[in-house]
């Protein structure tokens, strides 16, 4: 048996990252895609070798030949798509974050649940070498109890943008909040990976620098279920460039990085070991197989929309204070934000 995918939204990222992994995967197919100017959905399945495409949401997911469906757009679509998805008894794999806010995140596990069938986020770290072997380590004892998390990340992909011409990424309507929302989601979902739900999550976001509305620098604390404390800071305009996820445990100590495919590096009383374990060219391909393995039922997929909504609620708890509500739909009114500077 064969899992069909159509995907919504084949923009950029379908091309590498994501979308050969459907045609790679074993036991899966790419047989529609859509993108709402037709011509570039055109040109991407002639040049994919997809049979068919579509310049419209509704007709590739009533395609009877596509069973499962890839949400590829930004997230201020992913919830109206998904209920559409769900609506048709179709499965959804979508793009991370998983949508606007956690509200909306809860609005679509209900539906799935409502129509029994599963949702997938593409958290692909999850599945990936380096992300696995953390976990081994964390979870094999050889850092001893675990005492604090520090992650710290920094960059000027913020500092850089056009005010007269701001990518969705950083427009609250479409991404739901700034880089933070697109980039610290990969952090938080490793450590809810790692060490399971985190608790007592609080945390502050400020605009410093950045053109538009939206926050650039985000402190949160929490802590993990064995009751590890941690902190995180990002920051989105910063001349300097930092990546780092700090685990300290009473036997050891882990340092590994979010992004790129830099070693993990494990230093206990024995001396420091390193690991080198690179991406795969199309990063998401081992969590795609995952997904496929579970639809066919002969596995498990790690990344499901009940773990990617609570990733969704720790960042609304550490941008709430900046938009005073990720309620409703609070990216009409920015005039209403305290956070946001005049």
Known sequence: MTVRWGILGCGDVCEVKSGPGFQTSRDSELVAV????????????????????????DRLIADPNVDAVYIASPPGSHLELALKVAAAGKPAYVEKPMARSHEECLDMVEAFELARQP????????????????????????????????????SDGQLRLDAGNLPWRVQAEHAGAGLFLDLASHTLDVLDFLFGPLRDFIGDAVRVAAPGDVEDRVVVQFTTECGASGRGFWSFTSPTKEDSISIHGSLG??????????????????GVDSFTLPNPRTIHGPLIQTVVDELLGR?????TGVTAARTSDAMDRALRGYYGSRQGEFWKHPERWPGRQV
């Open 34 to 57: 859509m993108r709402r100017d037709g011509r570039l959905a055109e040109d991407f399945a002639r040049r994919h070798q997809v049979p068919a495409f579509y310049d419209d949401a």
């Open 119 to 154: 949702l997938f986020v593409a958290y692909y770290r999850r599945a990936l070498p380096r992300f696995l072997k953390a976990k081994e380590i964390v979870d094999g004892g050889s850092l001893g109890q675990i005492r604090s998390i520090d992650v710290r990340y920094a």
């Open 253 to 270: 100590h882990l340092r590994l990085a979010t992004f790129g495919d830099s070693p993990l590096e494990l230093e206990t009383a024995s």
């Open 299 to 303: 596995g498990r997929c790690p990344s």
